[in-house]
Structure formats: C-alpha cells, structure tokens
C-alpha cells in the first residue's frame, strides 16, 4: 500500500517540549528536536511516510514575522512538490491560531496544512502530543481534508484556521471553535468530516506581504481614559484593533479617540474580549458615523491578522475593510 508522504516542519512549543518532572514545574518548550519527533512517530507504526525540517525551536509566544517568512516558503515549497500529500506544523498552542490564520488567509485551499501542538509536554504524565501528532498525520494524508484551507488538530479534533481559538490554559481539551465547532473528528485510526470541503478550489485571499505593518491591540476595560489609544498611535500604530467590552464597546473617550484615529486614515476594528464575542456593526456602537469596521466573529488576535494583511495589501476605507471581515 502506498503511504502518503507528509512534511513535517517543526517550530517547538509543548509538542516537542520537557517537562523535566513529572510534576511539569520547570518546564521548557522547544527541546525535542525534528529527528527526535520523527522516529518516535514512525515507531507508532503510523501509515504515512515522514519526514521533517525544522523552521523553530521556540515556545510560540516568540513565533513572529521571522519564523512565519519561513514557514509559508517551506510550505509553498512542499505544496508544490506532487509528492507531498500533505504538511503538517508543529507549534506551541499560545499562538497557533494567529499562525494558523495568516497561512490561511495567504495560501491555496488546496493540500491539508495542519497545525498540531500539546497542552501537556512529551515527558509529562498523560502528554497529549503524541496522540495529537498522529491525529494530524490521519488529518494530512487524508483526501477528503483537501480544499478545506489550514487546519488545526488539538484534542481528537480537526478546526478551521478561521474559527479556531485556544479557550483553556491547561486542560487537554483547550481548543474550540467559534462560530462553528470542529470540521471533523479525528483518532490515530479514524477520521469523520462533518461537511464537504467548504473551500474546494479557492485561491490565497492575498499575497504574502513583504513585511506586516505595525497594528496594535487595545484591551478595554472599566474607568479607562484615551491614553492608550495616544500610546498606540505614539509608537507607530498604523492599524488599531479594539480588544472592546461586550459587542465590542468601549468608554466615550476611547471611542472619541478611536474615531478620529479612523478620521486621519489609522483603521480601526472593533472586537470583542469576550470568549464567543461576536462583533456585529452599528448595535450599540455607530460604526458608519464613527468609521469604524466591526470584527463579526474575529477574535483581536485574529482581527489584528487580517488587518495587517488589508493595510499590507493596500486595503483602505471602512467599508472595504468591512467587507473583508465579513468573509469567512
Ligand atoms: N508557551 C508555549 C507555546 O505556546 C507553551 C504552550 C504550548 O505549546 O502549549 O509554545
């Protein structure tokens, strides 16, 4: 039988970290390097057939423009070989939504790219990650997970890059999916799409950027004056993203800064920083007099994302913006 081959590039995080003791206190993420990884998966017997480049050996909390340049030119160069079947990414979970989101937003929905992390390090008690590794070898060499864009496989789940989020900090069912649940149920032996394919044959939503504009996020909070949004735009903010109370609200002073950020050509987009926090326009905040673009169902972290790639693509006005956000 033919084993489908699966690149496997690894950027560190849990999945390839040491917990030290059993007790995890101590705890380093990164340390198990690529060829490590590899040969104790291909001693689970998986039927796929491994190999692996290493791109980072970072916890995700320090993954950025470096690392991402990277990752999508491995990727591209591992789509575009008729070999591969599929790739998957090793990750920390802290950030693998933001990573998950930009490669999909800048690559084809064509072959699974598949991110896969651990809540619980290789050498703790009950770790996860080999579970998850094979649950993401079943994912990529799967047909059926191709046109479906870039996936996350945590906890015998498979999520779409664009709903995914991590909602607990240590349990090993930490990640959801906002507004749709999983895509899918995965086991090392089993896998069941819950729909077809929702982006078979689509293309990159944009280009790869030359370089990520600087877009800052603001976490709103009670008894809060405009001094932050002054902070922002003092240090270079090209881009302002509202972490906002609620649907996304925020004080009168805020929200006055905020609009005459947008009125001198600084985007702004109103999220939300409640977990499930659906963002929609012109409810208690009027975004058509203030200018402002509503983040539907967009996290910040992932709101910032996409307006980086909007300014980056020289996106501008509120209402193509909107637009933007409006697709999923
Ligand atoms: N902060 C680390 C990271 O995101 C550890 C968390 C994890 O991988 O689960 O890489």
């Given amino acids: 039988m033919t084993q489908p081959r699966i690149m496997i590039l690894a950027t560190g995080g849990t999945i390839a970290g040491s917990a030290g003791s059993a ?12 060829d490590e990884l590899v040969s104790a998966a291909r001693e689970l017997g998986l039927v796929a057939d491994l190999s692996g480049e290493e791109i980072a050996a970072v916890g995700s909390q320090d993954i950025g423009w470096g690392e991402w340049q990277a990752l999508y030119a491995a990727i591209t160069r591992a789509i575009a070989d008729p070999a591969v079947a599929g790739v998957i990414v090793t990750h920390g979970t802290d950030t693998a939504e933001e990573t998950a989101w930009l490669l999909d937003l800048t690559l084809p929905a064509g072959k699974p790219v598949v991110l896969v992390g651990a809540m619980r390090p290789a050498d703790a008690v009950g770790s996860d990650g080999m579970r998850n590794f094979a649950n993401a070898v079943r994912v990529a060499g799967d047909t059926g997970a191709h046109g479906r864009g870039v996936m996350v496989v945590m906890g015998d789940a498979v999520f779409a890059a664009s709903d995914v989020r991590k909602a607990a900090t240590s349990n090993i069912d930490a990640f959801k999916g ?31 950027p030359e370089a990520l504009p600087r877009v800052e996020i603001l976490y709103a909070h009670a008894d809060m004056d405009a001094q932050p949004v002054a902070s922002a735009l003092a240090i270079g903010a090209v881009g302002l993203v509202l972490a906002g109370l609620g649907q996304g609200n925020a004080s009168a002073p805020v929200l006055d800064a905020l609009q005459s950020a947008s009125r001198d050509g600084v985007p702004v987009v109103r999220a939300s920083r409640v977990d499930e926090g659906y963002v929609d326009r012109n409810v208690e905040v009027d975004d058509d007099a203030r200018g402002f673009v509503a983040a539907r169902s967009f996290n910040p972290q992932k709101a910032r994302i996409l307006l980086q790639l ?19």
Avoid: N
């Avoid at 007790?23 to 690529?34: D, E, F, V």
């Fill in 178 to 208: 906002f507004p749709r649940g999983p895509l899918g149920l995965v086991s090392p032996a089993s896998l069941d799409w819950f729909a077809p394919a929702a982006k078979a044959g689509e293309q990159a939503r944009f280009t790869w």
């Fill in 310 to 328: 909007l300014i980056a693509g020289g996106v501008t006005g509120p209402a193509a913006m909107q637009a933007a956000f409006d697709r999923r």
């Fill in 23 to 34: 007790l995890g206190r101590g705890y380093r993420a990164g340390q198990l390097g690529i």
